[in-house]
Nanobody, 126 residues
Framework: QLQLVESGGGLVQPGGSLRLSCAASGFTLDYYAIGWFRQAPGKEREAVSCFTRREGSAYYADSVKGRFTISRDNGKSTVYLQMNSLKPEDTAVYYC???????????????????WGQGTQVTVSS
């Protein structure tokens, strides 16, 4: 069974950092597009980042560009989202997703994913 499990969320002060992990089981991340999303209370889900090994580069939402970095550890089938210089507006439930179509594409923020994790809460507050 294909599963994604996020971890690493928590409470952090503005300006702080967190690293989210997304562990995959039942499949190899090498051949999948990986996305990170977030959803704040009362707001629509927002695409944060997309990465595929095939394209060799990552895409980021303007709201997180320069502060967030997606990376992967293929040996552990784990994807990370390093979040620096966190702001209160980054508060949300963060989800990772995976899809066998191995391209993000120019409209990466609108693409769909077959597999989703359960989400991890990130709260940025003093």
């Amino acid at each position: 069974q294909l599963q994604l499990v996020e971890s690493g969320g928590g409470l952090v002060q503005p300006g702080g950092s967190l690293r989210l992990s997304c562990a995959a089981s039942g499949f190899t991340l090498d051949y999948y597009a990986i996305g990170w999303f977030r959803q704040a209370p009362g707001k629509e889900r927002e695409a944060v980042s997309c990465f595929t090994r095939r394209e060799g580069s990552a895409y980021y939402a303007d709201s997180v560009k320069g502060r967030f970095t997606i990376s992967r550890d293929n040996g552990k089938s784990t994807v990370y989202l390093q979040m620096n210089s966190l702001k209160p507006e980054d508060t949300a439930v963060y989800y990772c997703a995976a899809d066998p179509n191995p391209y993000c594409g120019t409209k990466w923020y609108r693409r769909g994913y077959d597999y989703w994790g359960q989400g991890t809460q990130v709260t940025v507050s003093s």
